[in-house]
């Protein structure tokens, strides 16, 4: 088994060898380093391996040495701008009021520009925030002064506790526990060194990742604002599409009050009861009827919601995923190492646990339909839900393993998941959220040669005609597929 340390390295010569000789006694090999001071001054990440009860020797011999970080605090860097006239011991006020609040200065700049003053841009590491107010008043009397707003992946203040600030800061907005703090700073620390090593700067790494916590606060409760519309088939079936700003549609196909309730993807763990909120709203009699979910893909943003609902469908190997997590085995997703740490902080960040497998029906899988060798999508699979007569195709795994395409055609309808996404009809707040994960995982797909692939085959599957396709992600899209 491996195991990561989040190791707290003395800024001295010889500390990573002592670390290195320490685990080479007990037999335990390294399979992953990551060390950048420009980052962070001390912390150092050693991935193990080893059998576990070694794992837990080396544990207790590097907190013996002072290695392993213990449950720190950390403060916070403020950039603060004073306004002071350009003549000699103007600032020396301003050091003897930063001394006596005990304020380290990690960061200054100021060039004369002209004018009486000169701006100086200083970088206090404050370990108390409340002490700021009272320093900030107190400086007022000295000189015009103020709190600047700065880009963090541009401009690093303080790397001295960098991860400690970074994972402290998100921590106490999605109130982790210490252990998920710990999982944080580890899974970004991957992230980082997997995209340092496609020449990415470190800081935009971190810069990203906070982004999506705020996304994933800011709409919460009374500011979640999804768009909601209403469509009608050719048939006469009611359709309602709920669009998050985070996390993937809702599409529920409602066929009258004697049969169940359709609903295709659920969308984030996160948003759950603002989503049941919004669901009970718009059918007032959601939580007597009968409620029927359709997975087109196990991603963590699609199946948050799952056990709200009393019937599951989706592949076999969505299956095998939600099953793999509940027995604490990676997802499917994970296996690929561009993606492992952005799903794990993805899970984190919207609350995630693992679907229900007992209400899971699953598709035939691709084996069991004859799936041809030459083919991107699978052999048809014919599914009937109510009145509905659903035709599945699964997908090779362009965007993920276990992706399906739900084809109606008496109601002229598809639903593709994330095959094919229409992005040009995003909200504002869906453009702003979904350029997170492309950059942190180098790729939504997992094989983007044969995703555009997919997306080329979807088409071929649609009779001649117009259509209504729903994807995971934007707005309905209206497709017309000409005659031959």
Not at 27 to 44: C, E, F, P, Q, W
Not at 172 to 197: A, P
Not at 392 to 406: D, N, Q, R, S, T
Not at 433 to 443: G, H, Q
Request: charged share 25%; with cysteine; aromatic share 10%.
């Amino acid at each position: 088994m491996k195991r990561t340390f989040t190791t707290t390295m003395p800024d001295q010569v010889g500390a990573f060898l002592l670390a290195d000789l320490t685990l080479t006694k007990l037999g335990l090999n390294i399979t992953r380093v990551s060390y950048n001071k420009a980052v962070d001054t001390h912390m150092l990440f050693l991935e193990v391996e080893g059998d576990k009860a070694l794992l837990d020797r080396a544990e207790t011999e590097l907190t013996r040495l002072g290695y392993l970080q213990n449950n720190q605090s950390a403060g916070s860097v403020m950039l603060i701008e004073f306004q002071l006239r350009d003549e000699p011991g103007s600032l020396y006020p301003v050091l003897q009021l930063i001394d006596s609040f005990h304020f380290n200065i990690s960061y200054i700049s100021s060039q004369e520009n002209g004018t009486d003053y000169q701006y100086f841009k200083m970088g206090l590491f404050v370990d108390d925030g409340r002490e700021i107010s009272d320093f900030m008043r107190q400086a007022a009397l000295l000189c015009p002064v103020r709190v600047l707003e700065y880009d963090k992946s541009e401009k690093v203040l303080d790397n001295t506790v960098f991860y400690l600030n970074f994972a402290n800061d998100i921590s106490r907005k999605m109130h982790f526990t210490e252990e998920e703090k710990r999982q944080l700073v580890v899974q970004s620390n991957k992230v980082m060194q997997l995209l340092e090593e496609r020449n990415s700067p470190p800081y935009k790494t971190f810069d990203y990742i906070g982004k999506f916590a705020d996304c994933i606060q800011k709409y919460r409760g009374d500011a979640f604002c999804p768009r909601v519309t209403r469509h009608t088939s050719v048939r006469g079936l009611a359709i309602t599409l709920i669009e998050p700003p985070c996390g993937s549609n809702l599409c529920l196909l409602d066929m009258g009050q004697a049969y169940p309730l359709v609903c295709v993807d659920c969308g984030f763990a996160c948003y759950r009861e603002e989503t049941l909120s919004l669901l009970r709203s718009l059918f007032p009699d959601f939580d007597r009827r009968e409620k029927i979910l359709c997975l087109t893909h196990g991603d963590v943003d699609h199946c948050g919601l799952a056990d709200t609902f009393d019937t599951i469908y989706g592949s076999a190997a969505c299956l095998d995923n939600f099953r793999r997590e509940q027995a604490g085995e990676a997802a499917i997703r994970e296996e690929n190492p561009l993606h492992a740490p952005y799903v794990q902080i993805s899970k984190l960040l919207s609350d995630y646990t693992p679907p229900r497998t007992d209400r899971f029906i699953s598709f035939a899988s691709p084996a069991e339909t004859g799936i041809l060798s030459d083919r991107i999508l699978s052999a048809p699979v014919r599914v009937q839900i109510g009145p509905l007569d659903f035709t599945v195709y699964e997908g090779g795994g362009g965007h993920v393993a276990g992706e399906v395409i739900l084809v109606e055609e008496t109601h002229r309808l598809a639903f593709t998941g994330d095959i094919f996404v229409n992005i040009k009809a995003f909200t504002p707040e869906q453009a702003r959220f979904n350029t997170l994960a492309p950059y942190l995982m180098t790729s939504v797909d997992t094989d983007p040669a044969l995703a555009k692939a997919e997306r080329e085959a979807f088409r071929k599957l649609l009779s001649p005609g117009v259509w209504q396709v729903f994807g995971g992600h934007g707005a309905m899209a209206s497709l017309e597929i000409p005659a031959e």
